[in-house]
């Protein structure tokens, strides 16, 4: 069993696949959850236009219409979390936009989202998952480490001003149940 499946605790927010409704709210959950990110990091919509601290509702159609799934997780009415899912080939899916507000870090809900997105990709046929992120944020690459992502390769994009760390978990283990 990998470290996806093997927590024990209650998952502490209800996770939701997100409406066509929903694109206005889930771009400003992105926004408001990397604005700490992109100014750590020196990101600006100037230097980086496609970083989630940069995100639109318009971004959020565009991804849905191109198959992205998007999940919200909520604690009451309120909306603390989401993550998207987009099939690359039949057997790699795409973790993209895992975003927790500040104030709700650290209290399993980006685990709970991860965790979700992986059964997820698996009951469509997933072999693994992928997952990008600045090579430089060191701490999130221990977090997904410890969920059981790898660390697949180092790259640079053109388009981007910081180097980006490829991770993948397999999901042969992964449970379905929650």
């Known amino acids: 069993m990998n470290a996806v499946t093997s927590e024990t605790a209650v998952e502490p927010a209800a996770i939701k696949a997100a409406g ?10 992105i926004r408001q959850s990397y604005a700490d990110v992109a100014r750590r990091f020196g990101i600006s919509p100037h230097n980086a236009p496609a970083h989630p601290s940069a995100c639109t509702a318009d971004w959020i159609r ?10 919200i997780a909520a604690r009451g009415t309120m909306s603390v979390g989401c993550a998207a899912l987009k099939a690359a080939t039949a057997e790699t899916f ?3 936009r895992l975003a927790v507000l500040p104030l709700f ?4 809900i980006g685990r709970g989202l991860v965790r979700h997105v992986c059964r997820q990709a698996r009951r469509s ?3 693994e998952v992928s997952v990008g992120l600045i090579a430089a944020q060191e701490e999130l690459a221990a977090w997904y480490r410890r969920l ?4 697949v390769e180092r790259r640079r ?3 981007l001003p910081f180097e980006v760390l490829l991770m993948r978990l397999h999901l042969g283990t992964v449970e379905d149940g929650h």
């Open 20 to 29: 066509d409704d929903q694109a206005a709210q889930l771009a400003l959950l």
């Open 62 to 71: 565009s991804d849905r219409l191109e198959g992205v799934r998007y999940f």
């Open 94 to 96: 795409y973790l993209m």
């Open 105 to 108: 870090r650290r209290q399993g």
């Open 125 to 127: 046929g997933a072999e």
């Open 148 to 151: 059981g992502f790898e660390a």
């Open 157 to 159: 994009f053109d388009h």
